[in-house]
């Protein structure tokens, strides 16, 4: 059971790590309104994390089996992406700390509007199955997405970190970071037409 909590944690690190919405946005908080905002943001993403894990693993045989469910999670995403990209990019930049409520709130959006995680999830589910490194038992599936989960956190709160250790030279980022947000969305948008289509 600790060596699937370690896969789960080692994959989600691995998988946090390359900059994307929620690494930006747990490094932007972290520079503006401290590691305590950057908690509750990164606390609600590897919450939803957990969720959307714990749905792929459990489904992932009826989801394999239907190559199209897959497609259609791909095709559905491309509007939304789309939509909340164009949202951050006329969004004004907020000045001041939120809430925390409201950063909880925002981590379960931006987490919850990426539905990609899924078949991500059923993809290395699938792949570490064949390996013979995960077993479909409750007990090992449970530490396995508790794995995942922690290891998302781990991952915005060294980002959170950073944003706190390099703050003086991010002032001028913070202008830009809902351009950035925005921008990274549509760029996601524009690849998934481009595998859609490929």
Known sequence: MIGHFFLGFGASFLGSLPIGVLN??????????????AFFFSAAVALVEFIQAFLAV????????????????HIGV?????????YFLLKQTTSGPLPQASNFKNGVFLSAINPLAIPFW????????????????????????????????????????????????????NLYI???IGSIFLILALYQIYSVLL
Do not use: C, M
């Not at 997405?145 to 003086?168: E, M, P, Y």
């Open 178 to 180: 809902n351009k950035i």
């Open 78 to 86: 491309i509007p939304v992406f789309i939509i909340v990209g164009f």
């Open 24 to 37: 930006i946005s747990a490094l932007h908080i972290g520079a503006n309104q401290g590691l305590r905002s």
């Open 58 to 73: 459990r489904f992932s045989d009826f989801i394999v089996a239907n190559a199209w469910l897959d497609k259609v999670i």
């Open 122 to 173: 059923v993809f290395y589910a699938t792949y570490f199955g064949e390996q013979g490194w995960l077993i479909f038992e409750n007990a090992f599936i449970l530490f396995f997405i508790l794995g995942i989960s922690i290891g998302t956190l781990a991952a915005l709160i060294i980002f959170a970190n950073l944003g706190v250790l390099f703050f003086n030279y991010i002032k001028t980022f």
